[in-house]
Each structure stands twice: as C-alpha cells, then as structure tokens.
C-alpha cells in the first residue's frame, strides 16, 4: 500500500497546525512554508478537511485555520479519511463480493491485503494529532534516529580494505 502525497500531506499539515496553533489561527502561506507544500494545493486540501468538520476558518486579518477540536481528539484516520484517501491494500473494489480478476474471483492473497488494510486503519485511528506533536509514536523507528546503540546493538568498527 502507498499512502499518496494528500494523505501525508494533510497529516502533516494538521499536525502543523495543532503544533503551531496556541489558540490562534495559522495562516495556510505559514504552514505551506515550514512544511515545504504547495500553497494551492494546501488551500484543497483544506477545503475538504473543513467539510470534513476536522478545522475550523477564521476570516479577516490574523486569520487562518484552528482545529475543530483538540489535537487529542484527533486521529490520524479521521484526517486520511477527510481527504478522500482510500486506505485500500487490495485491487478489488472497497467492500466488493467480487474480486480482481478477470473472471471477477479474488487472488490467493486477498485476505492477506485485505487484514493488512484493516491493521493500518486500526493503527491510524489509534494515533492522535497529539500523540504525534508529543512524539509518542516514534515506536521502533525511533531506533534508526538514535543509533544502533539505543537499539542494544554495540558499534564494531569497520575494516577498509586495502
């Protein structure tokens, strides 16, 4: 499965948000700028997050865009969602009795993907905007940012060849 550039773009720029908000609204231009990302293309995907009743506009000087509720209510899915990204692992239609086939029968592994689908859903819609502005789901990732040392793993020195 590959997360397009809508879903982790909206992502992103709502844990912007919530990260720079401090009660006031955030100008998208602000956002769009510290997170490198298309004023235009934030201005849409905005639109649908606030049909999405996930932010709220505040027109006028000093405007910009709050979060609908508090970051720890939030979730990530909530967001995906908002922007009309599928979480779909599976060439077949959402829901569909028919497969991907030709003959419309589902391959070997679709219930593999299909799971697959369901625990990135269930991950997603356990995380809150806040749990990411606090750093609480680093998890095993973590480890590649504070080196093989943190993981347990002692450094050998390394040999060139002659």
């Keep these: 499965m590959k997360l397009s550039t809508k879903g982790r773009y909206a992502v992103m720029a709502m844990v912007d948000l919530a990260h720079h908000s401090s009660g006031k609204p955030v100008a998208l231009a602000d956002v769009a700028e510290r997170q490198e990302i298309s004023l235009s293309y934030l201005e849409q995907l905005f639109g649908k997050l606030r049909r999405g009743g996930l932010v709220k506009s505040v027109r006028g000087p000093g405007g910009g865009y709050l979060l609908s509720r508090s970051a720890a ?3 990530i899915s909530d967001i995906i969602l908002a922007v009309d990204e599928p979480i779909n692992t599976t060439r077949c239609a959402p829901g ?6 030709s003959l419309k ?27 990411v502005c606090e750093k609480r789901v680093l998890g095993t990732s973590g480890l590649y940012l504070r080196g093989p040392e943190a993981a347990g793993h002692r450094m050998e020195p390394t040999v060139a060849a002659e």
């Design 96 to 101: 569909s009795p028919t497969g991907c086939h």
């Design 105 to 131: 029968g589902r391959c070997l592994t679709h219930d593999l993907w299909a799971e697959l689908g369901n625990q990135i859903y269930l991950y997603l819609s356990s995380v809150t905007i806040a749990d």
């Design 73 to 75: 209510d939030l979730r």
